[in-house]
């Protein structure tokens, strides 16, 4: 099992990036698929997720009205547009997926992650 991020970079405060995580080697639509973020010195930290049975997606309150995670389980994807980017959001990303259908139980795989950094 693999998950690749991808999309991350520099951006300016208010800025824009879509992350992209593609996934092998697992049935990705029976998977609740998420989001997390780790910045410097601090835990990481739950941003966003898509349960698989019926989509339902929950978001970290940092980030609700601003990111938007979707997927699309023919391409074994899942996606996260991060709008009005901060300062604070300034942290490695990484997708991870579960096989409950929730977003707060362990997390089975994760994939290594993509460096954002939003500058002032």
């Known amino acids: 099992v693999k998950l690749v991020e991808s999309g991350g970079g520099l951006v300016q405060e208010g800025g824009s990036l879509r992350l992209s995580c593609a996934a092998s080697?697992?049935?990705?639509?029976?998977?609740?698929a998420a989001w997390f973020r780790q910045a410097p010195g601090k835990d990481r930290e739950f941003v966003a997720a898509?349960?698989?049975?019926?989509?339902?997606?929950y978001y970290a309150p940092s980030v609700k009205g601003r990111f938007t995670i979707s997927r699309d389980n023919d391409q074994n994807s899942v996606y996260l547009q991060m709008n009005n980017l901060q300062p604070e959001d300034t942290a490695v990303y990484y997708c991870?997926?579960?096989?409950?259908?929730?977003?707060?139980?362990?997390?089975?795989?994760w994939g290594q992650g993509t460096q954002v950094t939003v500058s002032s």
């Open positions: 991870a997926a579960t096989g409950y259908n929730d977003y707060d139980r362990p997390y089975d795989y």
């Open positions: 080697g697992l049935v990705f639509k029976i998977y609740t």
């Open positions: 898509s349960r698989y049975r019926d989509r339902k997606t």
